[in-house]
Each structure stands twice: as C-alpha cells, then as structure tokens.
C-alpha cells in the first residue's frame, strides 16, 4: 500500500523504498467568480467552465543513493501518470515543481518531490465503446469527460453525442482527441489533420447516459471514455 508507479516505475522494484507521505488529496477546484448583479440580492456565482489543481508534496525513503537519483528522474517536467498504492483503481496526472533528496542517517536516503496536480481522479481500467450503430453511452465519473473517439466509414457523416454535433469528412477512419490540450483530429494513418473536422465542437461526455447518433456512412465508432471525478 505504501508505494507509487511513476510514468511506470514502480517504488517498490527499489530496495527498502517506502511512501513515507503522499501529500494531501484535494478535490479539484472550480474556477469560478463572485459577480454583483444590479438589482439583485447578494452575489451571482460565475463558473468558467474549468477547473484548477493544486500542488502535492511526496516524501519517499529508501536505501541506495543511485536509486535516490533514478526515482528523481522518473518525473517528467509535464504530464506524469502517477498511480497511488492505497488507490490501485485509479491514475492522476501531474507536473514537477521541484526535487530534492537528503541523507537519512547513516545508511538511508529522503526524496521530498512537489508537483502541481492536474484536475480530476481518472478510472485506470476503461473497457473500450463500441457501436456498429446509434446507441447509448453511459458516464459513469462525476465529471464531463474529454474523450478519445475513432470513426470508421467514408465521405460526408456527422456523429451527434447528447446534443453535441461533429461533421466530419472521412477516408476510411479518423481519431477525434477530445482531452483538453491535446484537440486534434487524425487521419487513418495517425497524421494530424483537422481538415476532417468541417464543423462542431470537440465532444465533452456528461455525466450518466448519452445518445449517440451518425449521418451518412458510418461504420464503426470506439469510444474511449477517460471517465474521472473531481475526488
């Protein structure tokens, strides 16, 4: 239980490694504003839509300074997985805000490392959607998701989501990345080409059950959920 996998390296491949504290879970926090309104009683609560993360500071021990220095640079500047061995069923993403490492008495190692915590818990085993058809797809997170879609078929089609609305224009198969950051549509050969997309927004998932419907020649679509929640 006292262990981490960072960007796969697991701390307990490493001799005497211990999780001595993981830092402190916050729920993500809605960027929001308190506005007046004229004429109205109290304050207006204004959401933009986004959520902030926080930072979280990991302190590790474990015996041998080479192993110190490996785990130090298993994080990445940006957008590490970390997995938590108390929450096995679950992934987070983070950036590194700093490191350092200290002897502990004669024969131990301290790492202390900070990140900055990006929004949301994600489910770490997601079973693929597929539809050969219109159908349903259910959210089961508590918070919209950004998903990760393959359409298969050819020409002109639309793929409507709940009352999101997508056209796209086909050769056989394109990858629609939803995840914020990362907008993109892809051609069947994994080329970025958002020429494909001739008009509507990149989908966002909410929460419970969806619709799913297409227009024109539509084949196949996998959905990949990236269901998460806000704790």
């Not at 079973?127 to 020409?155: F, K, M, R």
Request: glycine share 8%; net charge neutral; proline share 3%.
């Amino acid at each position: 239980m006292n262990y981490m996998i960072i960007n796969d390296l697991n701390t307990s491949t490493l001799a005497d490694c211990y999780v001595l504290d993981f830092g402190k879970a916050q729920t993500s926090i809605e960027r929001s504003e308190q506005v007046e309104v004229f004429g109205a009683n109290g304050q207006l609560h204004v959401s933009e839509g986004a959520y902030d993360g926080y930072n979280r500071t990991f302190i590790i021990t474990l015996r041998h300074l080479s192993d110190a220095m490996r785990l130090i640079e298993a994080f990445k500047t940006e957008n590490n997985t970390v997995e938590f061995g108390y929450l096995s069923d679950s992934l987070f993403y983070c950036d590194l805000v700093s490191s350092s490492y200290v002897p502990l008495g004669l024969h131990y190692w301290k790492v202390e490392i900070t990140v900055y915590m990006h929004p949301f818990r994600y489910a770490k085993f997601n079973s693929d959607i597929i539809l050969n058809q219109s159908g349903t797809v259910d959210n089961p997170g508590t918070i919209y998701s950004e998903p990760v879609i393959v359409v298969e078929g050819t020409g002109r089609v639309t793929l409507t989501i709940g009352q999101q609305i997508m056209e796209l224009e086909l050769d056989t198969k394109a990858t629609i990345d939803c995840r914020h950051k990362h907008q993109n549509v892809y051609d069947k050969n994994g080329a970025v080409k958002n020429t494909i997309r001739k008009r509507g927004p990149f989908f966002e998932i909410p929460v419970g059950r969806s619709g799913i419907a297409t227009s024109g020649t539509v084949t196949k679509i996998t959905i990949k959920g990236n269901w998460r929640h806000k704790v």
